[in-house]
């Protein structure tokens, strides 16, 4: 396989780098002003909370990204998907979900587990609210690597924390409002005022709607566009000083969606007669053959049944018109010939409540949270434009219950779920004068969700209609109305002064789960074959089509690290770390058909060695902050789409190695400049025979996966910004910002075939923004992203062989352009 010789070339460069950045940072800050250098004020100290209690970002031994307020809106970072721009080996799929160093969400199935632990305030959230925009934040934590002492379970790829702002004891207020293209309307705010001295109170809310960045061709329908956005979220922060050793935090957030918004817009097929779509070689804008799809079932294998309902479809419907002329589909990223309008409708309750008492040297805090969220999503699973595919008007049976007569052929997907979390977390962190201190704690989750996914087929649901057969059976059904969740843990870490430039870590963690779930899967092909006539009496026991899974699992996590801070002539201040880690992220229950032979899959273990350097300079005006690592897999989760649609979750050994490079720059008052690389190199390390497509009838025998890279793995990537402000007349500021995002060529899939490689992609966004610096009340600004209007394919999936096994391609946003107004009050 193609890869990047990473051992030599990561050793050489990280050796030679600091001292090259060294030296040009003292020859830049020689040459200039000096009436410029003692008016900058250097870079700021940002402060975050890796370990449980707070120090600053260059003393904390890991690699870790922060941004504070200020620096998300410099850099535009509105919701999670905006994080890959910003932070080194860092990818986040179209469903929110994140990719760190090649490490993520690889198992499919509805007791699975995230790899990265996604928190707000510190409380961790086992379903990820990745539908909600960034507002009123004070800081977002990027810990990169296996967390598995301090957080422990399910972050072997990492942690992101959001850390929203707090209430504080004066009057302030603000509003903002973004006018964007498609119709773009944004709002953020918030009002903070004390109630008495001892009660502080913070609201904040946000808003998003604009319409769908893709437009449909199909004919006869009542839409334009989809995949849009109409969304709000409400929040309430509270903190009771209820003396001067004890505070509590009480934290209220409110989400809502209801849009047109698609998990899938459009589809890559290249038409092959037997298998719907054969994508081994090249990817098209063709629409699977239908003699081996959804639309084959009236006129094939059901082809009785719905005879004798006086129901028939036209062969071949999608590539042809009535008069048999050939149908055009449009090769258009931005263009769907998509016939059925989504919609997604979520909401989403986070209450949390965190008291913190300070005895002196000890501080106790507990954090009490409780997490609920539903959704429900519908959307165009044939992705073609059905209309006269009927020759006789039929009932189809829509996922809302309306039943219509139509001679329109639609499948529709329906995916649902919802999930309640209730989370308790004690802990004491030491604040001891002495060479030792340590954090000490115990957690407790209990975990309840229900997933549901459901195929519409036009013809099987008007047999339904008629009561030919059990409701339940007019669709294709994956089931899931029952996953538990309980585990708990005890951690400790503690943290060691060898002498004042030296301190060692140790921690360690214990971890218990246990996991039941009840699924089932069912389709009119379980009553299978039907007779004319004898269909009507069909007996079938829904009740006997669930089967039941449970698994325990347990284990020790931990690590062990230092941290030295030398005293050197050509840095401020500089630290050498290196940490050995073990990582682990909970086993599962292989959902439906596939529980009988394999019944669980194994937990994934990551043992990391990670070593790096965090350097100031040129009196704090340049920060080098340069990582490597290597992980060792043992029993990485992977999953996939069988051919029944089912999925199945195994293990494989795999590694991870790569190198991170964060810099920086504040030469001169005004001026920012900010530069990341990264490189990565994953390869599977053990034999493991699979077949890239399970289902294929034509015989595609298995391949052997070792060798391959991991999905979501590019090689490298590179993220440049520069910022310039500077004073205009009578108290005003302006300033400017550029930056682009270039990503390598990644892999889909694990199994590393040619159509699942993606081309490598870049994007580039620029932004002015005005400020109103003597009173600090308006701030003006003018955006745009994407700014070249780049369609590259940042995801691609694979669908079952329902639709003849097309891939699903995830599209950057289109440019998008606008202005942003915000007014503080006073």
């Keep these: 396989m193609p890869a990047i010789n990473l051992k030599n070339s990561m050793l050489s460069i990280i050796a030679l780098l600091p001292f090259a950045f060294s030296t040009l940072a ?28 707070v120090t600053t970002l260059q003393e904390t031994p890991i690699a870790i990204s922060a941004f504070n307020g200020a620096m998300l809106e410099d850099q535009d970072i509105q919701d999670s998907a905006d994080m890959q721009f910003a932070v080194p080996n860092v990818m986040v799929t179209a469903g929110g979900d994140y990719s760190v160093r090649g490490v993520g969400d690889n198992a499919v199935s509805s007791s699975a587990d995230p790899g990265m632990g996604v928190h707000i305030n510190g409380v961790y959230l086992s379903v990820n609210a990745s539908q909600n925009e960034f507002y009123d934040v004070q800081s977002i934590e990027v810990l990169r690597g296996p967390q598995g002492t301090l957080f422990g379970r399910n972050t072997t790829a990492g942690v992101v924390n959001t850390i929203t702002k707090r209430p504080s004891d004066i009057f302030e207020a603000a509003i903002t409002t973004d ?28 808003t998003v709607k604009r319409d769908g960045y893709s437009e449909t061709v199909a004919r006869d329908v009542d839409f334009d566009t989809l995949d849009g956005r109409d969304q709000w979220s409400l929040r309430s922060s509270t903190i009771f000083e209820f003396s001067d050793n004890a505070e509590g935090f009480l934290f209220a957030q409110y989400f809502r969606e209801h849009s047109d918004r698609s998990v899938s817009v459009g589809v890559l097929c290249k038409a092959d007669p037997i298998l ?21 079932l009236a006129n094939g294998s059901l082809a009785g049944l719905f005879a004798s309902l006086g129901y028939a479809t036209r062969p071949d419907f999608y590539n042809t018109n009535l008069d048999g002329s050939p149908r055009q589909y449009p090769n258009d990223p931005r263009k769907v010939a998509t016939d059925y309008q989504p919609t997604f409708n979520a909401e989403d309750l986070l209450l949390s409540f965190e008291f913190n008492y300070d005895f002196g040297d000890y501080v106790f805090t507990s954090v009490s949270a409780y997490h609920d969220r539903d959704n429900e999503a519908h959307r165009d699973f044939d992705n073609g434009d059905g209309a006269d595919a009927m020759l006789v008007a039929q009932t189809l049976l829509l996922p809302e219950g309306r039943s219509e007569p139509t001679t329109r052929h639609s499948t529709t997907r329906t995916d649902s779920g919802a999930s309640k979390q209730y989370s308790q977390e004690f802990r004491v962190a030491s604040y001891l004068e002495g060479p030792f201190n340590y954090t000490a704690g115990a957690f407790y989750l209990k975990y309840e969700g ?41 951690f400790t870490e503690g943290y060691y002064d060898v002498t004042e430039d030296l301190t060692l870590t140790v921690g360690i963690r214990y971890t218990e789960e246990e996991k039941s779930t009840k699924t089932r ?39 062990v690290g230092f941290g030295y801070t030398p005293d050197l002539e050509m840095t401020d201040e500089t630290l050498f770390f290196g940490t050995l880690s073990r990582g682990y992220k909970g086993g599962g229950i292989n959902p439906g058909a596939s529980e009988s032979s394999f019944p ?21 005006t340049f920060q080098a902050n340069i990582t490597a690592f290597f992980y060792k897999y043992d029993g990485l989760q992977v999953g996939g789409i069988l051919g029944d649609g089912t999925t199945f979750n195994t293990n494989v050994d795999a590694e991870v190695k790569g190198a991170e490079f964060e810099f920086v720059a504040a030469p001169i008052d005004g001026l920012r400049v900010n530069l990341n690389l990264s490189f990565l190199d994953s390869e599977v390390i053990e034999d493991f025979l699979t077949s890239p ?3 294929s009838p034509s015989g595609s025998g298995p391949v052997n996966l070792k060798g391959n890279s991991l999905q979501y793995s590019p090689e490298s990537s590179v993220q440049f910004g520069i910022q310039y402000s500077h004073e205009l007349s009578d108290g ?13 060529t990644f892999y889909s899939r694990l199994y590393n075939i040619k159509t699942d490689k993606q081309d490598s992609w870049s994007q580039s966004d620029f932004s002015v923004t005005v400020r109103d610096i003597a009173d600090e009340t308006w701030e003006f600004e003018l955006y745009v992203k994407n700014a070249a209007d780049e369609a590259s394919i940042t995801g691609l999936g694979v669908d079952n062989s329902l639709v003849g096994r097309y891939r699903t391609p995830t599209y950057l946003d289109p440019r998008t352009y606008g202005v942003r107004v915000t007014y503080h009050f006073e």
Excluded at 35 to 50: F, Q, R, S
Excluded at 600 to 620: R, W
């Design 450 to 490: 229900e997933s549901l996914i459901r195929f519409l087929i036009p013809e099987v649901t008007a047999v339904a209609a008629f009561k030919a057969i059990p409701d339940e059976l007019g669709a294709f059904t994956f089931e899931t109305p029952e996953v538990f969740t309980d585990s708990w843990a005890v």
């Design 693 to 695: 497509d399970i289902s």
């Design 26 to 53: 003292q020859d830049v800050a020689q040459a200039i002003d000096e009436k410029k250098k003692k008016e900058n004020a250097g870079l700021e100290v940002i402060e975050v909370t890796a370990q449980k209690r």
């Design 276 to 296: 719907g779509c054969d994508n081994s070689e090249t990817l098209g804008y063709e629409y699977p053959n239908t003699s081996f799809t959804d639309g084959s």
């Design 179 to 206: 006018i964007a293209n498609y119709n773009g309307l944004r709002t953020k705010g918030y009002l903070n005022f004390p109630i008495s001295d001892s009660v502080l109170q913070r609201f904040a809310f946000s």
């Design 600 to 620: 669980t899959f194994d937990p994934e273990y990551i043992n990391a060695l990670e070593v790096g350097t965090k350097n100031t300079m040129a009196d704090h």
């Design 521 to 559: 899967t069912y389709s009119p092909l379980d009553i299978y074959p039907f007779a004319p006539g004898s269909y009507l009496t069909s007996d079938f026991d829904m009740e006997s089509t669930y089967k039941f899974g449970d698994g325990e699992w347990e284990e020790f996590t931990g690590k």
């Design 732 to 744: 005003w500021e302006i300033s400017y910002r550029a930056q682009t995002y270039w990503q390598d």
